[in-house]
Structure formats: C-alpha cells, structure tokens
C-alpha cells in the first residue's frame, strides 16, 4: 500500500514560518496531483494547496501570498513553505495524493495522517 509520512509541524509565533513536508512510499508506479489541506477544531477541512506533477499550483484564498506549495517528483514529496503565519493558520494539516500503483489501473486518493500546527500570539 501507499504512506504518506507528514513532518515539519509545530509551534511558532505570529508571523514566523515552517516548513512542512509530505513523503510517499510504498509500490508506487507515479504521484500526480499532491496537495495539503488542513482542518481546525470546529471546522470542515479545507484546501490549503495543490500541485500537479507537472508543476501547475492552486491555492486557498486564505493562504495566496504567504503559503508555496513545491514538490520534488523524484523523492514523491511535497513541501508547504508558510510565511507570515497568523493564528488563523492553527490547524492539523494533511497531506493528500493521487497514487498510480504497480499492480492497479487506477488513481486513488490518499491521505496522511496530519501535522499540527499551531501558531501563538
């Protein structure tokens, strides 16, 4: 099966940054679309970025300016560089990709675990 093994989370000041990072391992033929979303308490789960193998990026609106999203096709991981951090930003982030296995026909979804992050005032 596929891992998605987060890293990267934690506690920072407002306006400071981090940097988290999202791996995939298992029989895995290629990873097209990767992305992160992340969930605060009391809320629904949103989309924080995508990027397509290709390079292509969409972000929430909450997020444009401040997060980037990059990948790196030849390890399979995705990193979310997020500057100017605000309590609002407090959240468990996942990681989500689109996995072709080696003995499937078929792209499915899947997730990590999450990372939390929370940002102090």
């Known amino acids: 099966q596929v891992q998605l093994v987060e890293s990267g989370g934690g506690l920072v000041q407002v306006g400071g940054s981090l940097r988290l990072s999202c791996a995939a391992s298992g029989s895995i033929e290629s990873v097209a679309a990767m992305g992160w979303y992340r969930q605060a308490p009391g809320k629904q789960r949103e989309l924080v970025a995508t990027?397509?193998?290709?390079?292509?990026?969409n972000y929430g609106d909450s997020v444009k300016g401040r997060f980037t999203i990059s990948r790196d096709n030849a390890k399979k991981t995705v990193y979310l560089q997020m500057n100017s951090l605000t309590p609002e930003d407090t959240a468990v982030y996942y990681c989500?990709?689109?996995?072709?296995?080696?003995?499937?026909?078929?792209?499915?979804?899947?997730w990590g675990q999450g990372t939390q992050v929370t940002v102090s005032s």
């Open positions: 989500n990709a689109d996995v072709l296995l080696t003995y499937v026909t078929s792209y499915r979804e899947y």
């Open positions: 990027i397509t193998s290709g390079g292509s990026t």
